[in-house]
């Protein structure tokens, strides 16, 4: 593995219940991206960051925000849950021009 | 915008045989870099190959094969002596030099059959 760490693997949480996401790195890549898969869309990029502090969003971003502090972390913050952001979140890191490497995903459902 | 169009949702192949897998993308771009990824049901997402553009030749990795025609804007991938730990949801992606983010396709559900 690429040393990558999303956390935490699974999370029931409840409409209109703040939920962060965690993704930790070992590598010391400058790139990180926080996708969502669902049935039927494949993967969807949320955020993604090109370093400390700087973030970018993605083709699904509304209703997620992101904050990258320190290298190695990269967090996704949904600020009141809903139904619709049930899914699996994955976490992605990589260095110049380099292929993706992906954390093992995290399963967010959404009562 | 770039798109990466998966047009198969699932597809089978016995076990031992040959299976090619569809992905057309669009660009304007005439650099950029083209993936598979495997994600079997353990949900973890595996590189399986990697094709740059300015390459005519085609990327192989073991039983993984590539046929890019770079003018089709065509990027399918073929598995040789299918097993059965190949099933998996298969992923084309596409990206342009300087880490712009991986645009995905919807994939393809891809099962080995004994």
């Known amino acids: 593995d690429a040393g990558i760490t999303q956390s935490p693997r699974h999370k029931v949480t409840e409409t209109g219940t703040p939920v962060t996401l965690r993704c930790h790195q070992t590598?010391?890549?400058?790139?990180m991206y926080w996708y969502r898969q669902d049935p039927g869309h494949g993967l969807r990029l949320i955020h993604y960051?090109?370093?400390?502090?700087?973030?970018d969003k993605g083709e699904v971003s509304d209703g997620y925000s992101v904050s990258r502090s320190k290298t190695e972390d990269f967090l996704l913050t949904l600020e009141s849950a809903t139904s619709s952001q049930t899914s699996v979140y994955f976490c992605?890191?990589?260095?110049?021009?380099?292929?993706?490497?992906f954390g093992n995903g995290t399963r967010l459902t959404v009562t | 915008a770039q798109t990466v169009t998966q047009s198969q949702p699932e597809m089978s192949v016995q076990e031992a045989e040959t299976v090619t897998l569809s992905c057309t993308y669009d660009?304007?771009?005439?650099?950029?870099?083209l993936f598979w990824y495997k994600q079997p049901p353990s949900r973890q997402m595996i590189l399986v190959i990697r094709?740059?553009?300015?390459?005519?030749q085609n990327a192989t990795e073991n039983r993984f094969s590539v046929n890019f025609q770079k003018a089709a804007k065509s990027f399918s991938l073929k598995i040789s002596d299918s097993q059965l730990g190949d099933t998996a949801m298969y992923f084309c992606?596409?990206?342009?030099?300087?880490?712009?983010?991986?645009?995905f396709g919807k994939g393809t559900r891809l099962s080995v059959i004994a």
């Open positions: 992605a890191i990589s260095a110049r021009d380099s292929p993706l490497h």
């Open positions: 590598e010391n890549h400058r790139y």
């Open positions: 960051s090109y370093g400390v502090k700087d973030t």
């Open positions: 660009t304007s771009e005439n650099n950029y870099y």
């Open positions: 094709q740059e553009a300015y390459k005519q």
């Open positions: 992606a596409f990206t342009i030099p300087g880490n712009t983010p991986l645009v």
